[in-house]
């Protein structure tokens, strides 16, 4: 008896697992995997840590492409990017989503969605779907039209939509009728009403020169993804840079999904030097004037009032840094000025043109190569570009290293308060706590900053899960590799929610039996892409490359190339098939693999993932010696995810969320 005290008091301190448990969901934006918890010795996250300590690490997570909208459309609709349908900024998944059954995306649920039909008051706030990807955050304000055309590149028109273009005719009263008895068009009228269904008014039309059907039907009930209305005995009302989020009366409260966007664009960036225009890389701001205390204030106080309904939630919240350009309090901008700089800092040795991004965003700053980086009083340094073998000067890579860091230390203590709320107020126990980023982020190493490419850099990101309740799963740290696009699956699985009340067919894994038994077999690869738009050679001077245009404005039959990479775990293996679309609306299946512009080989074999860049330095696919493996992973690529699904499937059926593959 005495041996078995101390297990049972082990079991005993265990948080019972609850039938139905909280999730708190909480992104960074542009944030790479660097701080203690992945390793890393400089960067300070003591919150992050902590929530690590308490949780399973992820160390080899990976976005499905890394630029904003493409993974957030991903992760938020357990979709990947061929099916999404969205590689920049040109679209979204309700839109222009079509997915391996042939379901359009406005008929699937996204990953708020499911908790909220579910039972559960799904909430969010900040960064978590790209702003206007899709529309009003999958949150039209009730008793609005939405704009049903916003363009014929974006697939809404029905009779350009390949699904639903049967349904589309010339009158309302029979499109309606369609919708009533079509269930393919149900998404767009989600109550099968005809009082639902509306007419874009004559002339109204966004994208001038571009035909709309007159037999138009949208969905106008408001919100998918979160609830509009909560009942709580601790009614507050919540205002979000200047936008009320909840407005109660009694004990009724009403939601609006509320994303500001001023510390992207915040004005401090552009303040005049000597009269004369300039664009910084930072400037200081006041702790009450950047957005991300002001979504924490917001978080702890919808905390406050999720806790006293009797309801579970789902609550995202999406703060905005480290993402770029860098408006933090003073005492953040020089936190880390002694960072070494990287070991290596020009572009991989035999990399194909097509792979490098020359990042335009901080080209463009007056710092670098922006407005009067040629006045020598304003900027000493003088004008500066990112190029594959030219680094930044010292001074300038050091600014924007530690300008970085210490805006992820900022991001840190921001969700520090979040976490110690849900604390103070009980709810730990019960609840699911994520953190994640969209994409990682690069600083430098191999010459590339920023995110838009198919690198280690830009694609790993920082993944924490913490399930109090599972044991095995506190203070592990995991090397298997995992997705974004499994996140969906996951809390789907570890919320107890029945495949059913899913009603997807999702593409990612629940990654749950990772968290179940650390140690339990499991992927071989992940898989992420990125377009390109290479219309130019390689140049010594600007523009550079052609692929410093990242082709996030460009209809997506304007691409010219999409990469495709594969992480496995010694390799990552890049193929960069021309990409021939004609018809914008139906740019599924379009590469060409007898057409490749690239072909990369990396060996990752000893990387722990506490470094970055070390170990993409050398393309390996065009040394003989590497022929053999060059083979089998092109195979295994441009199979894709399909098998490791499968094989998933058979390993851990229990897990798998959704209808069988096809």
């Given at each position: ?52 300590a308490s949780g399973t690490v992820f160390h080899n997570a990976y976005t499905q492409l890394a630029v904003c909208s493409p993974s957030r459309n991903s992760f938020m609709s357990g979709r990947r990017p061929d ?475 304007e691409f010219t190339h999409m990469g495709y990479t594969m992480r496995t775990a010694q390799w990552r293996y890049t193929e960069w098939p021309r990409w021939v679309c004609y018809d914008v609306n139906a740019c ?75």
């Open positions: 008896l005495l041996l078995l005290l101390p297990l049972l008091a082990g079991v005993a301190s265990a948080s019972p697992a609850p039938a139905r448990p909280n999730v708190l969901m909480i992104v960074a934006d542009d944030c790479r995997p660097m701080f203690g918890a992945f390793g890393d010795k400089y960067v300070q996250a003591p919150n992050l840590n902590a929530l690590a099916s999404t349908r969205t590689w920049n900024f040109r679209a979204d998944f309700r839109s222009n989503g079509l997915d391996t059954h042939g379901n359009p995306g406005a008929t699937w649920n996204s990953l708020p969605e499911v908790f909220k039909n579910s039972g559960y008051v799904s909430v969010g706030m900040g960064k978590l779907y790209h702003p206007g990807h899709p529309a009003d955050n999958d949150c039209l304000v009730p008793g609005t039209t939405p704009d049903v055309c916003p363009s014929v590149q974006e697939g809404v028109c029905m009779q350009n939509n390949p699904v639903l273009k049967t349904i589309a005719t010339s009158s309302v009263e029979k499109c309606c009728a369609a919708c009533i008895s079509d269930p393919a068009c149900a998404a767009w009228n989600v109550n099968r009403d005809q009082e639902q269904c509306h007419l874009r008014p004559s002339g109204q039309n966004t994208n001038p020169g571009k035909e709309c059907s007159s037999g138009i039907v949208r969905q106008v009930d408001g919100c998918r993804s979160w609830i509009t209305q909560f009942d709580t005995r601790s009614p507050t009302n919540i205002t979000l840079d200047k936008h009320e989020v909840t407005k109660c009366i009694g004990d009724s409260c009403q939601f609006e999904y509320v994303n500001p966007d001023a510390q992207i664009t915040d004005v401090c960036l552009d303040q005049p030097r000597d009269g004369k225009k300039w664009a910084s890389l930072t400037c200081d701001l006041p702790d009450d004037n950047c957005t991300d205390k002001w979504l924490a204030d917001s978080a702890t106080d919808i905390l406050q009032s999720l806790a006293s309904q009797d309801k579970p939630f789902f609550l995202g919240v999406g703060f905005h840094k480290p993402h770029p350009f860098w408006a933090i309090p003073s005492r953040y901008h020089h936190m880390y000025d002694d960072m070494p700089l990287p070991d290596h800092q020009t572009a991989p040795q035999g990399m194909p043109d097509v792979a490098y991004y020359s990042c335009d965003s901080i080209n463009s700053r007056s710092e670098v190569g922006g407005i009067n980086c040629d006045d020598p009083q304003l900027n000493p340094g003088g004008c500066q570009y990112i190029l594959p073998n030219r680094t930044l000067s010292k001074p300038i890579m050091t600014k924007i290293r530690s300008s970085y860091s210490g805006a992820l230390t900022w991001m840190d203590s921001q969700v520090g308060r979040v976490l110690d709320k849900l604390k103070d107020l009980g709810l730990e126990n019960n609840t699911i706590v994520l953190f994640f980023a969209d994409h990682g982020w690069a600083l430098g190493e191999s010459s590339l900053y920023c995110k838009m490419a198919n690198y280690e850099l830009e694609t790993r990101v920082p993944l924490i899960v913490r399930v109090p309740w599972l044991e095995s799963a506190v203070g592990v740290d995991s090397r298997a590799l995992v997705e974004l696009v499994d996140i969906m699956p996951t809390l789907i699985d570890l919320a107890n929610i029945t495949a059913a009340a899913a009603n997807d067919s999702l593409e990612g894994y629940s990654f749950a039996p990772l968290l179940r038994n650390p140690s339990a077999a499991w992927k071989n690869a992940s898989f992420s892409q990125y377009p390109r738009c290479m219309n130019s050679t390689m140049r010594n001077e600007p523009p550079y490359l052609a692929t410093r245009d990242p082709c996030t404005g460009v209809p997506s039959n599924e299946n379009s590469t060409d693999w007898s057409d490749l512009a690239g072909v990369e080989l990396y060996n990752h074999e000893g990387d722990t993932g506490s470094t970055f860049g070390d170990f993409e330095t050398v393309n390996l696919a065009d040394k003989p010696e590497y022929a053999a493996v060059v083979k089998q992973l092109s195979a295994q690529l441009r199979a894709g995810w399909k098998p490791e699904q499968r094989r998933l499937a058979q390993l851990h059926p229990a897990a798998r969320v959704g209808q069988p593959l096809k």
